[in-house]
């Protein structure tokens, strides 16, 4: 029996299933397996076969998806922000579509590659909240054999210097110097250290509780 759009039909026996949309014949209910088919749906000739409209309800696996877009071209249809998602838990960011997240760092920040959103390690604002050996910063050895930061380090009481950290590791070997103004304010001025510890290099901070380590890095 042919279903036709917006007939409608109706059971008496409440037992009985009319239509089932696991089966993907329900206008504006449709399962597939990637974001590509998803994607794909309609195609080009999405006005003849009428696939596309506007709160559709596509299941990628198991992950539900509602189209939110009042035009059905291509160029919107294809646009992951004209689609909601509807999944129920997002335990992390990379819990979401447009985010990857890969080898983070304390510090990392958020960046759109213009594709999706990245973490990235160029710009660091920490809190510092311990006194000793605090981690500013840590990444795989395997990744980056040096790395410069572009740094100030502000207190609310103030305490205040600016400078460049500049690292360098191999063969398990590592050094750094830090060239910088001198510390305004009294106190213990902070100072880094750096070490290699289960293939992290680590930067950690001493006398430096209440500063905000603000800073630009470049890891090579």
Not at 63 to 85: G, L, M, Q
Not at 157 to 170: D, E, F, K, N, P
Not at 193 to 207: F, K, L, M, Q
Request: charge should be negative.
């Amino acid at each position: 029996m042919a279903i036709k759009f917006p007939d409608s039909i109706t059971q008496n026996n409440a037992n009985y299933i009319t239509v089932s949309a696991i089966d993907g014949d329900v206008q504006g209910i449709y399962f597939v397996d990637t974001l590509a088919e998803r994607d794909a749906i309609g195609g080009a000739d999405f006005v003849l076969d009428n696939h596309r409209v506007t709160g559709a309800v596509v299941y990628v696996g198991t992950k539900p998806y509602i189209y939110t877009a009042a035009s059905i071209a291509d160029v919107d249809w294809t646009n992951i922000a004209n689609w909601e998602s509807g999944s129920a838990s997002l335990a992390s960011l990379n819990d979401i579509d447009d985010v990857t997240i890969t080898s983070v760092g304390v510090g990392n920040t958020l960046v759109y590659d213009g594709t999706e959103w990245v973490n990235y390690a160029s710009g660091s604002i920490v809190p510092i909240l311990g006194n000793s050996a605090y981690l500013l910063d840590q990444f795989p050895t395997t990744d980056y054999n040096g790395a410069v930061y572009d740094y100030v380090l502000v207190n609310t009481t103030g305490g205040a210097r600016c400078g460049q950290l500049m690292l360098v590791h191999t063969g398990g070997n590592i050094t750094m110097t830090d060239v910088s103004t001198t510390t305004l304010g009294a106190g213990t001025p902070p100072e880094f250290t750096v070490s290699i510890a289960t293939g992290n290099v680590e930067v950690r901070i001493d006398n430096g509780f209440g500063y905000t380590f603000k800073a630009n890095v470049t890891k090579l």
